[in-house]
């Protein structure tokens, strides 16, 4: 494309589509998950598991209000703009729409907007874009369910080393070395936290976010990552500890702050990643 404002309005409008089927993705896939997990039970007590009365997956039945079950049309699934025009309500019953639904979709949208903008058209806007989108989405996941799924960390670690098989955002062997690397840090990390106090500190969810996110940029950003991450975690866990809105023993989810920290060290690059590799020298 040759006008590069053109690319970049149109990566914007696609990710606002995109953040709308995200939102399918975070409303669906855990019910779809218990769904599974609640087969495999039956399965494994030679049981017969209770038919499903319909079809639910991420295209079947057609999205409606979860609480009056009304259709929802195409002008009012327009992103962002239909949440406006009925006020953040069902048109019928008045349900109040989560706010997660525009926020989702303007982040989606600043996802394609900035990958158009830092790297124009090409393979690695297409990457960045994969790895924004798949990132807002399984952050969302484990704000409202404390879950990351299996079927977005794990399709995005092997994507990230598909992308880099030819060095698109670091070398090859940097990336296998960083999502081994990224498993094997907070698993020693959660598994260190449990002997010394006896409770769960991470799942094993984060372990593959971080994974994923050493398969896209390399080893090397990993320290960058985990001390913005865990700097950020800790001052909304103070802040809301403070504020009345959680407890020092309150779970708090980790990925949201390990996405938005790969997300931020992914756009700054290298000095951002030279303060977390001279951090990681500080402390060893």
């Known amino acids: 494309m040759a006008n590069p404002e053109v690319f970049v309005v149109a990566m914007l409008l696609l990710g606002l589509a995109a953040g709308s089927f995200i939102n399918v993705v975070v409303h669906r896939l855990p019910r779809m998950m218990e769904t599974a997990w609640r087969a495999e039970c039956f399965e494994i007590l030679k049981e017969t598991p209770p038919r499903e009365p319909t079809r ?19 002008l009012e699934n327009i992103p962002v703009v239909s949440y406006v025009m009925l006020g953040g309500r069902c048109s019928v019953c008045r349900w ?7 926020i989702v979709e303007i982040c989606g949208a600043l996802v394609g907007g900035v990958a158009a903008i830092r790297f124009g058209v090409g ?12 990132l807002l989405a399984a952050s969302a996941i484990d704000i409202e369910t404390r879950l990351l799924p299996d079927e977005i960390t794990m399709p995005l670690l092997w994507s990230g080393l598909a992308f880099n098989l030819p060095g698109t955002f670091a070398p090859l062997r940097d990336c296998v070395i960083g999502a081994m690397a990224g498993y094997v840090v907070l698993w020693t990390v959660s598994h260190g936290f449990k002997l010394l106090t006896g409770r769960v500190g991470m799942g094993y969810g984060d372990f593959k976010l971080l994974a994923l996110l050493g398969a896209w940029l390399g080893w090397h950003a990993l320290p960058a990552i985990l001390m913005l991450a865990s700097l950020a975690g800790a001052i909304a866990g103070i802040a ?41 020298a500080g402390t060893t």
Do not use: K, N, Q
Not at 260 to 270: E, K, R
């Open 123 to 134: 393979a690695a806007a297409v990457g960045a874009c994969l790895l924004g989108w798949g």
């Open 56 to 74: 639910f997956d991420l295209v079947r039945p057609p999205s409606a209000c979860p609480a009056c079950g009304h259709r929802i049309s195409l």
């Open 240 to 280: 809301l500890v403070a504020g009345g809105r959680a407890s020092r023993e309150t779970p708090l989810p980790f990925g949201p702050y390990l996405a938005a920290a790969g997300l931020f060290v992914f756009y700054c690059g290298d000095t951002v990643i030279m303060l977390g590799l001279e951090y990681l």
């Open 96 to 102: 109040r729409i989560p706010v997660r639904y525009p």
